[in-house]
Every structure is written in structure tokens, then in C-alpha cells.
């Protein structure tokens, strides 16, 4: 399977980049072998459109499934369209991000994650759901929900992995 994977580097240990459409480069990985090839984010600088170009270069491109930390609307729309499956929520280095995904720890998304134009300033957190909740918010917050629980549980493993590795050393 061809995995890419937003990053602030050119290699498997670069962190994953939480933007899509205007993350510094794209670790396209083939999850069997682990073999990789990275990308310069082209679409980093455009004045607009900058998730569109992402997902039609990584759609061009025959990726599988898109790992990112967020994702906009029109980026999402678009890979939607071209069958490429989406998982958010990423964080660590680009090989935690695919173990995550292969391992079921990270889901993916049926929703962007971050509103139009998000990467454009500051960076953006997920959306918030208003305070009464539509079925189709309430399904989004549960997705929302999942992810992080997925990102907590993980967190959770490798801190009592530590916890035992220095038990172990005395």
C-alpha cells in the first residue's frame, strides 16, 4: 500500500507535519517494504488552493491513504473523489504515524478536520462541535472523539514502555 505522510522532513524519523495542504513535504511510503520517496510540498506557497493542489499531487501520485494531522474541506473533497482514504490526528515521526495507522491506532476520517483555509495563519486545532449538535456534527465529534483516543491510548503504551525499559535497567 502507498502511504503518504505529511512531514517537516525528508525521511521516515521527520515529525509528521499537522497541516495538509501546506505541510513542509510528503514521505510517500510503501508499507510493505518501508521504502520511501520525499516530496517538497509544492502547494506550500500558493496564495489559494493549496490543500486542492496537495490532493490532486498525491492523487496523480497513486497514494492509498493520506496521513495527516488535520485536513480542510476542499483537500478532503478531493481526495475523496479519487478514492485516496484519509486518516488524521498523526503526530510523532512519519514510521510512528504508518505503525499507528497499520496497527489500527490511527482511523481514518470520513470529514476534514480543520475548516477552509486553516493553514494559512497560526496553525488551526480540529473543529469544535456547537453546542447543540446535529446528527451529522454528533457523528463528527465521535470520529473526533475516536481519534484522540486512539492518540491517548498510544502515548499511554509508550509511556509504560519507558517506564519498563528503566525498571529494567536498575
Avoid at 478532503?76 to 499507528?100: H, N, P, R
Avoid at 470520513?110 to 451529522?136: D, F, N, R, V, Y
Amino acid at each position: 500500500m502507498k502511504i503518504c505522510v505529511t512531514a517537516t522532513g525528508s525521511d521516515l524519523n521527520a515529525q509528521v507535519d499537522p497541516r495538509f495542504g501546506r505541510c513542509q513535504n510528503f514521505v510517500v511510503v510503501d508499507s510493505d517494504t518501508m521504502a520511501f520517496e520525499a516530496m517538497v510540498n509544492e502547494a506550500i506557497a500558493a496564495p489559494g488552493g493549496a490543500g486542492i493542489q496537495a490532493a490532486q499531487t498525491m492523487a496523480n501520485k497513486g497514494v492509498d491513504v493520506v496521513i495527516s494531522g488535520n485536513i480542510g474541506p476542499n483537500a478532503f473533497q478531493v481526495l475523496s473523489t479519487a478514492s485516496v482514504k484519509v486518516a488524521t490526528g498523526a503526530y510523532g515521526t512519519v514510521q510512528e504515524a504508518i505503525e499507528m495507522y497499520k496497527s489500527g491506532k490511527l482511523a481514518e476520517t470520513g470529514t476534514s478536520t480543520a475548516p477552509a483555509h486553516a493553514g494559512m495563519g497560526k496553525m488551526q486545532q480540529p473543529l469544535q462541535t456547537a453546542p447543540t449538535l446535529t446528527p451529522q456534527s454528533r457523528e463528527e465529534e465521535l470520529e473526533e472523539l475516536l481519534n484522540l483516543t486512539s492518540r491517548l491510548e498510544y502515548e499511554l503504551e509508550e509511556v509504560k514502555n519507558k517506564i519498563s525499559e528503566l525498571k529494567r535497567r536498575g
